[in-house]
């Protein structure tokens, strides 16, 4: 299976977790539906709610891939 290509890729890495959900819903807006962002972050709070985030505003989590330390995340724009 060939791995999806993120439209956009934005590291958050070191920031708190409204800069972060902040920071990735500015990068989403522009985005198309169906569009894919991947979020790039090392901290298990910000992962934790990035992922409620884009299940609060009906995004899908495509993946969550640890690496690392880092966590990348894979979000579909719906």
Avoid at 8 to 18: E, G, L, P, S
């Amino acid at each position: 299976m060939k791995p999806l290509s993120a439209q956009a890729v934005i590291d958050v890495r070191d920031m708190q977790c409204a800069q972060a959900l902040a920071t990735a819903a500015q990068a989403m807006q522009p985005l198309r539906r169906g569009a894919i962002l991947e979020l790039i972050c090392n901290a298990e709070d910000v992962r934790r709610d990035l992922v409620a985030w884009a299940q609060q505003v009906r995004h899908q989590l495509l993946s969550a891939q640890a690496c690392d330390g880092d966590t990348r995340l894979k979000i579909q724009k719906r």
